[in-house]
């Protein structure tokens, strides 16, 4: 017998996010402590960007097959790689 079938035979209430077991309280006392948040949609992008931007030319495919960044972050994004690679160009 699995821990949900248990839980619904004895009446016992769990926290979906931690699986503390909940005794009258309508929510977890410790899940309420840290809400559940995303981050926000930009500053994953100016991660990505800021990472690309960063990397060798090996991760230009990769900025052009992504489909969440707009056309002039690509740019931004591919023009960082671009830099690295003149760069190497300049210095062999």
Avoid: Q
Avoid at 27 to 40: A, G, N, Y
Avoid at 64 to 92: D, P, Q
């Amino acid at each position: 017998m699995d821990n949900e079938k248990l839980d619904d035979i004895l009446g016992i209430t769990r926290c979906v996010r931690c699986g503390h077991r909940l005794e009258g309280e309508i929510e977890c006392p410790f899940c309420s402590l840290f809400p559940d948040t995303k981050p926000s949609r930009t500053f994953r992008k100016m991660g990505y960007l800021t990472a690309c931007f960063l990397t060798s030319p090996l991760s230009i495919y990769f900025v052009a097959r992504n489909r969440k960044l707009t056309i002039v972050e690509k740019i931004m994004a591919s023009s960082g790689c671009f830099l690295w690679l003149g760069l190497f160009l300049l210095w062999c």
